[in-house]
């Protein structure tokens, strides 16, 4: 399973997050307490927004403790919304393309979890998304796929209920044609103005994910990135974020199918 950190609020370093805190997302690669494998060591991923609509990528299939230059972008490059994900590989290759976070247009998307057996209907996943987004499939993942199956559903409009149908779109293909766990969810996404996560698993196993609010912002977590768990949120299993003006707000997003 993968680890993943955004923050949304005043502008501030990616280094104060990724790599400062005790236990960073950087930490985390080696160190995660909350998660099946304690090492995420597939590569990573940043997306961050500044004066332009579009996130910019920066990706690597390196472990993220090892690459000097996400440490010198990190110390050099201050933003008010950004996603960092390091990555611990499944089913899929070892790729840049591979990486998250995914993006197209505005919006950017990163995923903690998987659909079961999703390389058994790889075809038939790659069929849901629509062919106006399709070139931006450049990997192999079902977290793309669900990225930009959600796309297609209508993430403009409503950027909460599109990405749930995009995961029961998936789960109920995992369920008829691959295995259990049919499927994981946790996940952050953004539009360069809000920023959105949620939790969900189609078993008792939900990718953990906690928020914190500062006064200056929100950041939203795999894990607390300090020990003072007390200024932690755990976000329930079926429910999502809404981030804005350093404000969270929680609200539904989907409820588990049917066996």
């Not at 500044?50 to 996130?55: D, M, V």
């Not at 990486?99 to 505005?106: T, Y």
């Not at 995961?167 to 295995?179: D, L, N, P």
Request: some cysteine; proline content about 5%; aromatic content about 10%.
């Amino acid at each position: 399973m993968c680890r993943l950190l955004a923050w949304q609020g005043a502008p501030r370093y990616l280094e104060d997050l990724v790599f400062v805190p005790e236990h960073s997302l950087v930490h985390q690669c080696r160190h995660a307490l909350i998660c099946k494998t304690p090492i995420n060591a597939d590569g990573f991923g940043l997306a961050w927004y500044s004066e332009r609509a579009e996130p910019c990528l920066y990706k690597d299939t390196h472990p993220a403790w090892s690459d000097p230059n996400l440490a010198q972008l990190s110390r050099h490059t201050k933003t008010g919304l950004f996603l960092a994900h390091v990555r611990a590989s499944t089913e899929t290759a070892v790729s840049r393309n591979n990486c998250h976070p995914f993006a197209s247009g505005k919006w950017s998307f990163m995923h903690n979890g998987q659909a079961g057996g999703h390389m058994q209907f790889r075809k038939q996943l790659d069929m849901l998304i629509p062919d106006h987004v399709y070139d931006c499939r450049l990997g192999g993942t079902e977290s793309e796929a669900i990225f930009l199956i959600a796309l297609g559903l209508g993430m403009d409009a409503d950027p909460i209920g599109a990405v749930a149908a995009a995961v029961q779109q998936v789960e109920t293909m995992s369920r008829a044609h691959g295995t259990t766990p049919h499927m994981r969810f946790g996940a952050c996404w953004s539009d360069g103005e809000r920023l959105f996560a949620a939790r969900y698993a189609s078993d008792r196993h939900a990718p953990s994910l906690y928020y914190r609010v500062y006064d200056e912002g929100v950041i939203v977590t795999s894990e607390p990135l300090d020990s003072d768990s007390s200024r932690w949120v755990e976000v329930q299993p079926g429910s999502a974020l809404v981030v804005e003006g350093g404000r969270v707000r929680e609200v539904a997003f989907m409820t588990a199918l049917a066996a």
